[in-house]
T-cell receptor, first 114, second 117 residues
Protein backbone atom coordinates (compact mmCIF):
# COMPACT_ATOMS: atom_id res chain seq x y z
CA UNK A 1 0.00 0.00 0.00
CA UNK A 2 0.91 3.64 -0.18
CA UNK A 3 3.44 4.86 2.36
CA UNK A 4 4.21 8.42 3.32
CA UNK A 5 7.41 9.02 5.24
CA UNK A 6 8.46 12.16 7.02
CA UNK A 7 11.87 13.22 8.29
CA UNK A 8 13.07 14.18 10.74
CA UNK A 9 10.87 12.68 13.43
CA UNK A 10 11.93 15.37 15.89
CA UNK A 11 13.48 18.80 15.50
CA UNK A 12 14.62 21.07 18.31
CA UNK A 13 15.55 24.62 17.35
CA UNK A 14 16.35 27.89 19.03
CA UNK A 15 13.85 30.62 18.43
CA UNK A 16 14.84 32.47 15.29
CA UNK A 17 16.39 29.45 13.59
CA UNK A 18 14.91 27.95 10.45
CA UNK A 19 13.14 24.57 10.29
CA UNK A 20 12.45 22.16 7.46
CA UNK A 21 10.52 18.91 7.34
CA UNK A 22 10.50 16.58 4.36
CA UNK A 23 7.80 14.25 3.12
CA UNK A 24 8.27 11.36 0.71
CA UNK A 25 5.64 9.12 -0.83
CA UNK A 26 6.14 5.62 -2.18
CA UNK A 27 3.69 6.43 -4.97
CA UNK A 28 2.93 9.41 -7.17
CA UNK A 29 0.49 11.76 -5.54
CA UNK A 30 -2.46 13.63 -6.94
CA UNK A 31 -1.98 16.30 -4.33
CA UNK A 32 -0.56 16.78 -0.87
CA UNK A 33 -1.83 18.56 2.20
CA UNK A 34 -0.03 19.83 5.27
CA UNK A 35 -1.52 19.92 8.75
CA UNK A 36 -0.32 21.25 12.10
CA UNK A 37 -1.24 19.67 15.41
CA UNK A 38 -0.52 21.54 18.61
CA UNK A 39 0.26 19.49 21.72
CA UNK A 40 -3.01 18.03 22.99
CA UNK A 41 -4.87 19.38 19.98
CA UNK A 42 -6.17 18.09 16.69
CA UNK A 43 -4.77 18.43 13.16
CA UNK A 44 -5.48 21.77 11.53
CA UNK A 45 -5.26 22.20 7.79
CA UNK A 46 -2.49 24.48 6.57
CA UNK A 47 -2.33 24.15 2.80
CA UNK A 48 -2.83 21.95 -0.24
CA UNK A 49 -0.43 21.59 -3.16
CA UNK A 50 -1.66 20.20 -6.46
CA UNK A 51 0.70 21.09 -9.29
CA UNK A 52 4.10 19.57 -10.00
CA UNK A 53 6.83 21.87 -8.70
CA UNK A 54 4.31 24.11 -6.95
CA UNK A 55 5.56 26.51 -4.27
CA UNK A 56 3.24 28.30 -1.88
CA UNK A 57 4.01 30.70 0.92
CA UNK A 58 2.13 31.60 4.07
CA UNK A 59 4.03 34.35 5.90
CA UNK A 60 7.10 32.53 7.28
CA UNK A 61 6.03 29.12 5.93
CA UNK A 62 7.07 27.90 2.47
CA UNK A 63 5.60 24.72 1.01
CA UNK A 64 6.99 22.89 -2.01
CA UNK A 65 5.68 20.01 -4.10
CA UNK A 66 8.28 18.01 -5.99
CA UNK A 67 8.46 17.84 -9.77
CA UNK A 68 7.67 14.12 -9.69
CA UNK A 69 4.81 14.71 -7.22
CA UNK A 70 6.28 12.18 -4.81
CA UNK A 71 7.83 14.51 -2.28
CA UNK A 72 7.15 17.74 -0.50
CA UNK A 73 8.71 20.03 2.06
CA UNK A 74 7.70 22.62 4.60
CA UNK A 75 10.18 25.30 5.56
CA UNK A 76 9.68 27.75 8.40
CA UNK A 77 11.88 30.83 8.47
CA UNK A 78 12.86 32.35 11.80
CA UNK A 79 10.84 30.04 14.04
CA UNK A 80 8.78 31.40 16.90
CA UNK A 81 7.51 29.65 20.01
CA UNK A 82 4.05 29.66 18.46
CA UNK A 83 5.35 27.29 15.77
CA UNK A 84 5.62 24.46 18.30
CA UNK A 85 3.68 21.36 17.31
CA UNK A 86 3.65 18.36 15.03
CA UNK A 87 3.59 18.95 11.30
CA UNK A 88 1.98 16.26 9.16
CA UNK A 89 1.95 15.84 5.44
CA UNK A 90 -0.91 13.86 3.94
CA UNK A 91 -0.94 12.60 0.38
CA UNK A 92 -3.73 11.64 -1.95
CA UNK A 93 -2.66 8.81 -4.23
CA UNK A 94 -2.89 9.51 -7.94
CA UNK A 95 -5.22 7.28 -9.93
CA UNK A 96 -6.57 3.98 -8.67
CA UNK A 97 -9.73 3.59 -6.68
CA UNK A 98 -8.58 5.21 -3.47
CA UNK A 99 -9.36 8.80 -4.36
CA UNK A 100 -10.46 10.76 -1.35
CA UNK A 101 -8.23 8.73 0.97
CA UNK A 102 -5.43 10.73 2.51
CA UNK A 103 -2.39 8.87 3.81
CA UNK A 104 -0.70 10.75 6.62
CA UNK A 105 2.99 10.74 7.40
CA UNK A 106 4.08 10.09 10.96
CA UNK A 107 4.76 13.77 11.50
CA UNK A 108 7.69 15.91 12.57
CA UNK A 109 7.60 17.18 16.14
CA UNK A 110 8.99 20.71 16.37
CA UNK A 111 10.08 22.24 19.64
CA UNK A 112 11.31 25.82 19.81
CA UNK A 113 13.49 27.00 22.67
CA UNK A 114 13.07 30.69 23.52
CA UNK B 1 -19.56 28.48 12.26
CA UNK B 2 -19.37 25.53 14.63
CA UNK B 3 -16.61 23.05 14.02
CA UNK B 4 -16.71 19.29 14.17
CA UNK B 5 -18.08 18.19 17.51
CA UNK B 6 -17.08 14.96 19.19
CA UNK B 7 -18.09 13.35 22.44
CA UNK B 8 -17.00 12.22 24.84
CA UNK B 9 -13.64 13.94 24.95
CA UNK B 10 -12.19 11.29 27.24
CA UNK B 11 -13.18 7.74 28.01
CA UNK B 12 -11.66 5.18 30.34
CA UNK B 13 -12.98 1.64 30.21
CA UNK B 14 -11.92 -1.83 31.16
CA UNK B 15 -10.97 -4.29 28.47
CA UNK B 16 -13.79 -6.33 26.98
CA UNK B 17 -16.26 -3.51 27.62
CA UNK B 18 -18.07 -1.75 24.77
CA UNK B 19 -17.52 1.90 23.95
CA UNK B 20 -19.08 4.34 21.52
CA UNK B 21 -17.97 7.67 20.12
CA UNK B 22 -20.18 10.29 18.56
CA UNK B 23 -19.40 12.87 15.90
CA UNK B 24 -21.38 15.80 14.53
CA UNK B 25 -19.73 17.17 11.39
CA UNK B 26 -19.75 20.73 10.13
CA UNK B 27 -23.15 21.61 8.72
CA UNK B 28 -23.35 20.90 5.01
CA UNK B 29 -20.35 18.62 4.93
CA UNK B 30 -21.24 15.45 3.06
CA UNK B 31 -18.04 13.53 3.74
CA UNK B 32 -17.22 12.23 7.18
CA UNK B 33 -14.08 10.41 8.27
CA UNK B 34 -13.11 8.44 11.35
CA UNK B 35 -9.40 8.25 12.09
CA UNK B 36 -7.36 6.51 14.74
CA UNK B 37 -4.26 8.28 16.02
CA UNK B 38 -1.71 6.51 18.15
CA UNK B 39 0.79 8.47 20.18
CA UNK B 40 3.55 9.83 17.98
CA UNK B 41 1.85 8.77 14.77
CA UNK B 42 -0.23 10.37 12.09
CA UNK B 43 -3.96 9.77 11.81
CA UNK B 44 -4.94 6.49 10.14
CA UNK B 45 -8.22 6.29 8.30
CA UNK B 46 -10.73 3.81 9.67
CA UNK B 47 -13.77 4.63 7.58
CA UNK B 48 -15.04 7.31 5.21
CA UNK B 49 -18.66 8.17 4.51
CA UNK B 50 -20.14 9.97 1.55
CA UNK B 51 -23.48 11.03 2.98
CA UNK B 52 -24.79 7.84 4.60
CA UNK B 53 -22.75 5.44 2.47
CA UNK B 54 -19.52 3.95 3.75
CA UNK B 55 -17.29 4.24 0.68
CA UNK B 56 -14.03 3.13 2.27
CA UNK B 57 -13.98 0.87 5.33
CA UNK B 58 -11.03 -1.26 4.30
CA UNK B 59 -9.04 -0.29 7.40
CA UNK B 60 -11.86 -0.86 9.88
CA UNK B 61 -11.34 -4.01 12.03
CA UNK B 62 -14.80 -5.31 11.45
CA UNK B 63 -14.64 -8.05 14.04
CA UNK B 64 -14.90 -5.50 16.81
CA UNK B 65 -15.43 -2.09 15.22
CA UNK B 66 -18.62 -0.80 13.66
CA UNK B 67 -19.78 2.58 12.48
CA UNK B 68 -22.95 4.14 11.21
CA UNK B 69 -24.16 7.39 9.75
CA UNK B 70 -27.86 6.73 9.43
CA UNK B 71 -29.17 10.09 8.21
CA UNK B 72 -25.99 11.28 6.55
CA UNK B 73 -25.18 13.74 9.32
CA UNK B 74 -24.10 12.48 12.75
CA UNK B 75 -22.02 9.36 13.04
CA UNK B 76 -21.14 6.87 15.75
CA UNK B 77 -18.14 4.60 16.01
CA UNK B 78 -18.38 1.59 18.28
CA UNK B 79 -15.88 -0.88 19.65
CA UNK B 80 -17.13 -4.11 21.17
CA UNK B 81 -15.31 -5.57 22.94
CA UNK B 82 -12.47 -3.14 23.53
CA UNK B 83 -8.90 -4.40 23.81
CA UNK B 84 -5.87 -2.87 25.48
CA UNK B 85 -4.40 -2.01 22.08
CA UNK B 86 -7.41 0.15 21.22
CA UNK B 87 -6.14 2.89 23.53
CA UNK B 88 -5.66 5.86 21.19
CA UNK B 89 -7.26 9.09 20.07
CA UNK B 90 -10.24 8.67 17.76
CA UNK B 91 -10.60 11.64 15.46
CA UNK B 92 -13.59 12.56 13.38
CA UNK B 93 -13.20 14.86 10.39
CA UNK B 94 -15.54 16.23 7.76
CA UNK B 95 -15.27 17.89 4.39
CA UNK B 96 -17.65 19.34 1.85
CA UNK B 97 -17.28 16.38 -0.46
CA UNK B 98 -14.79 14.56 -2.64
CA UNK B 99 -14.71 15.09 -6.34
CA UNK B 100 -12.62 13.05 -8.66
CA UNK B 101 -9.05 14.29 -8.89
CA UNK B 102 -9.28 16.74 -6.03
CA UNK B 103 -9.21 16.61 -2.29
CA UNK B 104 -11.30 18.77 -0.08
CA UNK B 105 -9.90 20.26 3.09
CA UNK B 106 -10.65 18.06 6.07
CA UNK B 107 -11.71 19.70 9.31
CA UNK B 108 -10.91 17.66 12.39
CA UNK B 109 -12.79 17.48 15.64
CA UNK B 110 -11.04 17.55 19.03
CA UNK B 111 -11.00 13.77 19.23
CA UNK B 112 -11.92 11.24 21.88
CA UNK B 113 -9.05 9.97 23.97
CA UNK B 114 -9.72 6.34 24.84
CA UNK B 115 -7.85 4.48 27.56
CA UNK B 116 -8.52 0.76 27.90
CA UNK B 117 -7.38 -0.74 31.19
Amino acid sequence: GQQVMQIPQYQHVQEGEDFTTYCNSSTTLSNIQWYKQRPGGHPVFLIQLVKSGEVKKQKRLTFQFGEAKKNSSLHITATQTTDVGTYFCAGLRAGGTSYGKLTFGQGTILTVHP
Amino acid sequence: EAGVVQSPRYKIIEKKQPVAFWCNPISGHNTLYWYLQNLGQGPELLIRYENEEAVDDSQLPKDRFSAERLKGVDSTLKIQPAELGDSAVYLCASSLGVTSGSQETQYFGPGTRLLVL
